[in-house]
């Protein structure tokens, strides 16, 4: 359960709101309260101030005593009304209180007397009636000797205001977090909505439908790139078991006719009693037909293996020209046979590649060349370097392809129509060449005139540290 998105992102969502949240109110909290006493104290300055000046002027004309007594009645205002909020008092060097406010002796109250100095002394304490004040305590020089000089007033209402505001944020606060929690709740369950139905679509998905894609219309911005590579990956599987699909059925239509072919000489054959020469006829060419089967099973196997990358390519240095002396050598006795002459020339070319896939490619391509031409024909083969690959271009003088058929050649059991009618082959060769080379990483050009002739143009690219043959 802990596992589930929504549940993480409300969880965090929540402890960051209440740790930023929590935060904010006390700070503002602590600010208010400090701005409320800040201007509590500057009152206070000037009151204080006000009351020194007074006295000075007063001490100036010879009326301090008389001041003293002023001061402790005749106020009038905030001072003149008992236990007010506003009080102040002057206290004589030996502790004696020789003013107060009207406003403290009405309520016979004092200010809690606290030793003068000639700085500013600003404290919260509990004044008339035990309620907080915010008092300022200093003394001035007078020629009576130093006098202490208080002034106080109430901070009853700041606490108040300060305490509805604290309730107000703790109504409030609760309020917001359980909103933004719901909100939280509601939005990811909505989000999450998407990516359930996304979920159960992809569950729905077996090799039965793999046409159908992911709807991506509808689905919230970070979805539809997975849908749309989902879909992208959904159409390559798709295309690959259709490959598969089509092999399969290519592969045993092939396998049907040479089949056809053994089982009608069988049953001809079979028909009626026959002679031991009628007899090794047949069997030489069920012989025949079978070797075709074995060719053709045989090239099944490899493409197969190609295409579920067990053939396990060995690259080593290899010099194409001694695979192609070798190519020379196997392929002589077909081209003899069919009259056609092989040339070979170049210089050596050494790639990294695998012996047995490169000797495959190219017996593949001198095959076609030599099944394909005519009689008296040639086939050159040549060798070379060129722009940092080895090439081998291999010159046939047969009856060429014509240039629609250039690219479906290389597709499996794809025969050109014309050459159906002269020779046997599975259309598998030229596939097989085609997964080798690219498995080299190199690639192979075609360039043919129908009736004059065809050339292949195998491109491997070069080691970058080219050495020595290994
Ligand atoms: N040198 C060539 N000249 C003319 N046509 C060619 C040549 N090489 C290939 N082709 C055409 O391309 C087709 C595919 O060639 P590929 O080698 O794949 O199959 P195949 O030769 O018919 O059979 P396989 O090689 O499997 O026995 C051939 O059937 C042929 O029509
Ligand atoms: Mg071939």
């Known amino acids: 359960m802990f596992n589930s998105i929504k549940l993480k992102l409300v969880v965090w969502f929540l402890a960051v709101f209440l740790l930023v949240f929590a935060g904010l109110e006390i700070f503002l909290y602590v600010k208010l309260e400090s701005l409320i006493v800040n201007l509590a104290d500057e009152h206070l300055t000037s009151e204080l101030e006000t009351l020194a000046n007074l006295m000075t002027v007063e001490e100036a004309h010879g009326q301090l005593e008389t001041e003293f007594e002023e001061l402790s009645t005749a106020a009038t205002g905030m001072y003149a009304e008992k236990l007010s909020g506003h009080y102040y008092q002057i206290i004589s060097t030996d502790g004696k209180v020789l003013v107060r406010s009207p406003s403290l002796s009405l309520g016979n109250a004092s200010l809690p007397l606290i030793q003068g100095s000639t700085t500013a002394d600003y404290r919260t304490v509990a004044g008339p009636g035990d309620t907080p004040i915010r008092m300022v305590t200093q003394s001035f020089p007078f020629s009576i000797g130093s006098l202490t000089f208080q002034a106080g007033d109430s901070i009853e209402e700041t606490y108040e205001l300060l305490s509805s505001f604290r309730n107000i944020v703790l109504v409030i606060f609760p309020l917001i977090f359980i909103m933004c929690g719901l909100g939280v709740f509601v939005v990811t369950g909505w989000v999450l909505r998407s990516l359930k139905s996304f979920t159960l679509k992809i569950g ?42 089509q092999f399969l059925s290519d592969a ?217 043959a290994r």
């Open 204 to 245: 729905q998905i077996t090799e039965e439908n793999l046409n159908e894609r992911i709807p991506e219309e509808g689905l919230v911005d970070e979805l539809r790139p997975l849908a749309v590579n989902f879909n992208v990956m959904l159409g390559r599987l798709e295309g690959s078991f259709s490959r598969q699909k």
């Open 252 to 468: 045993s239509h092939e396998l049907r006719t040479p089949t056809s072919i053994i089982k009608s000489f069988c049953d001809v054959t079979l028909g009626r009693e026959r002679t031991a020469n009628d007899y090794k006829e047949t069997l030489k060419k069920v012989g025949e037909t079978v070797n075709r089967m074995c060719d053709i099973i045989n090239r099944i196997l490899v493409i197969s293996r190609l295409d579920n990358k067990t053939i396990d390519f060995k690259p080593v240095r290899v010099d194409l020209m001694d695979i192609m002396r070798d190519v020379h050598r196997l392929i002589e006795p077909a081209a003899e046979h069919k009259d056609v002459a092989i040339r070979l020339s170049g210089a050596g070319a050494v790639v990294k590649g695998d012996r047995e896939g490169l000797t495959e490619v190219f017996t593949n391509i001198v095959e076609n060349a030599i099944k394909y031409n005519r009689p008296k024909g040639s086939v050159n083969i040549h060798v070379s370097e060129e722009s940092g690959n080895a090439v081998v271009t291999i010159e046939d003088t047969g009856i060429g392809i014509p240039k629609e058929e250039h690219e479906k050649i290389f597709d499996r059991f794809y025969r050109v129509d014309t050459s159906r009618g002269l020779t046997v082959g599975s259309g598998l060769g030229l596939s097989i060449v085609r997964t080798i080379i690219d498995s080299h990483g190199g690639h192979i050009d075609i360039e043919s005139t129908p009736g004059e002739g065809t050339t292949f143009r195998v491109y491997i690219p070069l080691p970058s540290d080219k050495g020595g």
